[in-house]
């Protein structure tokens, strides 16, 4: 089965600082890469899919990308609304594997 | 609209059997693949299992393959999860989730516990 790793597990940052994600599969995926925003006691949100396609809704400072094995979420300023955990999903075939989550905090 | 909503979790005792159902609205269920998701507590999203719009494809995670059962009812725009021989490690909220998609229910409460 193919493995998803994200990094780092955890991050600090501070208002208006640029945050990025990295998201890596053990095998190649194409672009079925999606990226999830949870925040405490919320449902999932989903933010991207498609590596890189931005879900009607979502802010745009919110932005994804990658191909094959090695994805990126980023958040261009990072806002007090973004701390949450977030989780990449591959979706190109079973088992649709979730990343271990990284959380993301105002420093 | 669409609307997902869960059903059917609570507490049971180790080895016993639960069915969870997702009644499903809003969208043309027959279309779409659908996926159980589930998440333990303080804990990541764990992804269980994936059923085709026909239900011609079924898919489960290893942790729950052999005990867990997904169906559908395409007629009555629902989801199923039939869990059989449940351990405390099952304690979770699962939610049902169509494919690919920002629509996820608001999940339902598994306990497995003695």
């Known amino acids: 089965d193919i493995q998803m790793t994200q990094s780092p597990s955890s991050l600090s940052a501070s208002v208006g600082d640029r945050v990025s994600i990295t998201c890596r599969a053990s095998?190649?995926?194409?672009?079925?890469l999606a990226w999830y925003q949870q925040k405490p006691g919320e449902v999932p949100k989903l933010l991207i899919y498609a590596a890189s396609t931005l879900q009607s809704g979502v802010p745009s400072r919110f932005s994804g990308s990658g191909f094959g094995t090695d994805f990126t979420l980023t958040i261009s300023s990072l806002q007090p609304e973004d701390v949450a955990t977030y989780y990449c999903q591959k979706y190109n075939s079973a088992p649709r594997t979730f990343g271990q989550g990284t959380k993301v905090e105002i420093k | 609209e669409v609307q997902l909503v869960e059903s059917g979790g609570g507490l049971v005792q180790p080895g016993g059997s639960l069915r969870l159902s997702c009644a499903a609205s809003g969208f043309t269920f027959s279309s779409y693949s659908m996926n159980w998701v589930r998440q333990a507590p303080g804990k990541g999203l764990e992804w269980v299992s994936h059923?085709?719009?026909?239900?011609?494809?079924?898919y489960h995670a290893d942790s729950v393959r052999g005990r867990f059962t997904a169906s559908r009812d395409n007629a009555k725009n629902s989801l199923y999860l039939q869990m059989n021989s449940l351990r405390v490690e099952d304690t979770a909220v699962y939610y049902c989730?169509?494919?690919?998609?920002?629509?996820w229910g608001q999940g339902t409460l598994v306990t497995v516990s003695s």
């Open positions: 989730a169509r494919e690919n998609s920002g629509f």
């Open positions: 095998q190649g995926i194409s672009n079925y």
């Open positions: 059923i085709s719009s026909d239900s011609s494809s079924i």
